[in-house]
């Protein structure tokens, strides 16, 4: 078996000129990033709620129902054809004790940061969205089949882990254009270019840093920070699982059919060897269910 040899870690990045770059783009960028909204004080109770193991489901249900519209969103996901219900559920209450406290968690606070960085028509890098909850959906799986940890912290740190790389689409947009252009031009992937244009900038950084700002789980923050360089030692569970999801779904041409040698980290071929084995046979129905989950979220169709 090859060495594994991440293709993203050996490249250096190169010089890029952006003819329309701001004066002093991290400050900038760092500035609009504090300004974005910080996440509802319903979400942030609920994160503080589920810490609690003497929390109630009627407790949890009460404080999710005081906004009205994220209730309507959970109950329209709950009874899609993704969660595959057997009834149909009409409340907050039916709905924690059918899922349980971790699904409704997820539901919300992606929801959330949905409605605060979400796609729009001023913003490029339309393939974000869709590429982090197709991530979410691989590392949600890898979890379930690993154990390493549940599997709704896994969906929540895949489908967060480029929310840097998202702060950056939407609060400089000309400099992530540029840095795209570029990316599709060498065939090199996007964060290895970045530090070029924006002097010490890191989206894997950016991102934990917006994790600190909504006062997301330390794991889900070290996740976010990780993804794309793990450490040499004591790789974090977490770290691991994303790590590799966003590796699967960043490469899910050449996957489809056979792992390439050496492109997994050697940790994860120990942890999840046997898992991976045959990808003609569970990455297909995994990909259409991201495909589904992209719909569920986002609407329309995302390849």
């Not at 010089?15 to 319903?42: G, H, Q, Y």
């Not at 379930?144 to 895949?158: I, N, Q, S, W």
């Amino acid at each position: 078996m090859k060495p594994y040899r991440n293709p993203y870690r050996f490249c250096q990045p190169e010089v890029i000129m952006c003819n329309k770059a701001p004066e002093s783009p991290l400050k900038e960028i760092l500035s609009a990033a504090e300004k974005l909204p910080s996440l509802p004080r319903v979400i942030l109770t609920v994160n503080a709620m589920l810490q609690n193991p003497d929390t109630r489901t009627q407790d949890l249900s009460r404080i999710i129902e005081k906004d009205i519209s994220l209730v309507t969103r959970i109950l329209k996901l709950v009874n899609s054809a993704f969660f595959g219900l057997r009834s149909t559920v009409g409340n907050i209450p039916d709905a924690v004790s059918l899922l349980g406290f971790d699904t409704l968690h997820r539901l919300t606070l992606s929801l959330s940061i949905l409605d605060i960085l979400g796609p729009s028509k001023k913003m490029p890098g339309d393939w974000l969205w869709p590429h982090s909850i197709r991530t979410a959906v691989f590392c949600e799986y890898l979890a379930m089949k690993t154990k390493l940890c549940r599997p709704d912290d896994a969906f929540v740190a895949g489908l967060l882990h480029d929310i840097g790389l998202i702060v950056l689409a939407r609060c400089m947009p000309e400099v992530f254009i540029s840095l795209e252009e570029k990316s599709k031009e060498t065939g090199k992937p996007f964060f290895l270019m970045e530090a070029s244009v924006i002097s010490d900038f890191s989206h894997a950084d950016m991102g934990a840093a917006m994790a600190l700002k909504w006062q997301l789980p330390p794991a889900l923050k070290q996740a976010i920070a990780q993804h794309h360089r793990l450490p040499e030692n004591n790789i974090p569970p977490l770290s691991l699982l994303v790590h590799t999801a966003n590796m699967l779904e960043n490469q899910r041409d050449l996957v489809r059919n056979e792992i390439p040698a050496g492109m997994l980290h050697p940790l994860a071929i120990k942890k999840m060897k046997s898992i991976l084995k045959n990808p003609h046979i569970w990455f297909p129905p995994l990909h259409e269910k991201g495909m589904e989950a992209c719909h569920l979220f986002l609407g329309g169709s995302h390849g």
